[in-house]
């Protein structure tokens, strides 16, 4: 019989359900017939994501914060997995306030995971962060290999990976912390102080206005688009416990490390495409995209402005890893990502 690589018939909690990624999981996880409860307090999440949400009798909507336990214990209820999104993003948004970031991002995540061990959650799957790499210039990057943090934020993600390991040595609950890198697609908001540059870019290029680069343009990222992260998110979720032991086994061989298998699973894996891009060509190849539809972007001239604090010059990541153990395979690279998300967002800015 083949393997299922989707969630189904299940209960998940998505916290952050209302947020750019969270979001997109609840609709993808209502499709495929789930129960669906979200946890979001809105502080950066929106009612209008989960339109299509509200309208499904399997989705559950709790308002609350992962600051408060009782509401975590709430929202767990019943749950077979939880999709952990809940967080405050941003590197510039810690650095302006690493006081809020820290509570939620290291306060909330321990009361989600303790409540979600005390409610008997089979797997903890939460989102953590490239950012954790720091400064390490090693590239491309590989999950054991971290170097020291460059911003609160990137501090408040690697604690949180502490966590999940200790809590699963301690307590038993199976972890996986998936490190996105940058992200983009459908619903990813473009305004605000702490816009990621994708759909900053994109909304600036419609509106005629110039986008900004921090730096000269040759600093990269591996940009990700969303369905190869909700690929990732239900392969870590549902990738059985022996099958995910015997192959972490050959990969710990692999790289010259051993692996005890009667250690409960706590592992994180990089979730990207595997290829980088500076932003010098991301915003030609935007251009390139959005001026089939209205010609005039292509003449728009790009600025230049100096580096940004706490922004490491380059990033890639190995996807091996979550290719060799949970069967990751994205499906998206940078040039159909863009091309998805420009048409999402031709459709729905105003
Ligand atoms: P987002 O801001 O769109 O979503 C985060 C959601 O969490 C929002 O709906 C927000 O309202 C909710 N939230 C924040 N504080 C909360 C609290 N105290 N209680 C309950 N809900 C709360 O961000 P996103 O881009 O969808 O990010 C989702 C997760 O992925 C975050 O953990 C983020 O750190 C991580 N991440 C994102 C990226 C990326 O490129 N977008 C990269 C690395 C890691």
Same mark, same amino acid.
């Given at each position: 019989?083949?393997?299922?690589?989707?969630?189904?018939?299940?209960?998940?909690?998505?916290?952050?359900?209302?947020?750019?990624?969270?979001?997109?999981?609840?609709?993808?996880?209502?499709?495929?017939?789930?129960?669906?409860?979200?946890?979001?307090?809105?502080a950066t999440?929106?009612?209008?994501?989960?339109?299509?949400?509200?309208?499904?009798?399997?989705?559950?909507?709790?308002?609350?914060?992962?600051?408060?336990?009782?509401?975590?214990?709430?929202?767990?209820?019943?749950?077979?997995?939880?999709?952990?999104?809940?967080?405050l993003g941003s590197v510039p948004r810690s650095i302006t306030d690493?006081?809020t970031t820290?509570?939620?991002?290291?306060?909330?995540?321990?009361?989600?995971?303790?409540?979600?061990?005390?409610?008997?959650?089979?797997?903890?799957?939460?989102?953590?962060?490239?950012?954790?790499?720091?400064?390490?210039?090693?590239?491309?990057?590989?999950?054991?290999?971290?170097?020291?943090?460059?911003?609160?934020y990137? @501090?408040?993600?690697? =604690?949180?990976? &502490?966590? #999940?390991? *200790?809590?699963?040595? +301690?307590? /038993?609950?199976?972890?996986?912390?998936?490190?996105?890198?940058?992200?983009?697609?459908?619903?990813?908001d473009p305004n605000g102080a702490y816009a990621a540059v @994708?759909p900053k870019? =994109?909304s600036q &290029?419609? #509106?005629? *206005?110039?986008?900004l +680069?921090n /730096?000269?343009?040759?600093?990269?990222?591996?940009?990700?688009?969303?369905?190869?992260?909700?690929?990732?998110?239900?392969?870590?979720?549902?990738?059985?416990?022996?099958?995910?032991?015997?192959? &972490?086994?050959?990969?710990?061989?692999?790289?010259?490390?051993?692996?005890?298998?009667?250690?409960?699973?706590?592992?994180?894996?990089?979730?990207?495409?595997?290829?980088?891009?500076?932003?010098?060509?991301?915003?030609?190849?935007?251009?390139?995209?959005?001026?089939?539809?209205?010609?005039?972007?292509?003449?728009?001239?790009?600025?230049?402005?100096?580096?940004r604090?706490g922004?490491?010059?380059?990033?890639?990541?190995?996807?091996?890893?979550?290719?060799?153990?949970?069967?990751?395979?994205?499906?998206?690279?940078?040039?159909?990502?863009?091309?998805?998300?420009?048409?999402?967002?031709?459709?729905?800015?105003?």
């Open positions: 019989m083949k393997e299922s690589r989707i969630i189904e018939n299940k209960k998940v909690l998505v916290t952050g359900g209302a947020g750019f990624i969270g979001s997109n999981l609840v609709d993808v996880l209502l499709k495929q017939g789930n129960e669906v409860v979200c946890l979001d307090n809105f999440g929106k009612r209008k994501n989960l339109q299509l949400a509200l309208q499904n009798e399997k989705f559950k909507l709790i308002e609350g914060d992962i600051r408060n336990f009782e509401d975590c214990t709430v929202a767990v209820q019943g749950c077979d997995y939880v999709l952990h999104q809940a967080a690493p006081m820290t509570d939620v991002n290291i306060g909330g995540f321990v009361k989600m995971l303790f409540a979600s061990k005390e409610a008997g959650v089979k797997r903890f799957v939460y989102a953590a962060s490239s950012s954790t790499y720091g400064d390490h210039k090693a590239l491309p990057k590989v999950e054991h290999i971290i170097g020291n943090a460059l911003s609160p990137a @501090i408040t993600k690697y =604690v949180d990976e &502490l966590f #999940a390991k *200790n809590f699963s040595d +301690i307590y /038993g609950i199976e972890t996986v912390g998936l490190r996105y890198f940058n992200v983009f697609g459908r619903r990813q @994708i870019f =994109v &290029l419609m #509106a005629h *206005n110039s986008p +680069i /730096g000269d343009g040759s600093y990269s990222r591996d940009f990700t688009y969303i369905d190869n992260v909700i690929q990732a998110n239900q392969l870590a979720a549902i990738t059985p416990t022996i099958d995910f032991k015997d192959k &972490l086994k050959h990969y710990s061989e692999g790289i010259g490390k051993s692996y005890d298998q009667e250690i409960t699973i706590s592992e994180v894996f990089n979730v990207a495409y595997g290829e980088r891009t500076t932003l010098k060509e991301l915003v030609e190849i935007l251009q390139m995209t959005l001026s089939k539809f209205d010609s005039q972007i292509n003449d728009i001239k790009i600025s230049y402005g100096p580096n604090g922004d490491i010059p380059h990033s890639l990541a190995s996807i091996e890893k979550a290719n060799k153990i949970l069967g990751y395979d994205p499906k998206y690279d940078i040039k159909t990502g863009l091309l998805e998300a420009t048409n999402w967002y031709r459709e729905n800015l105003v």
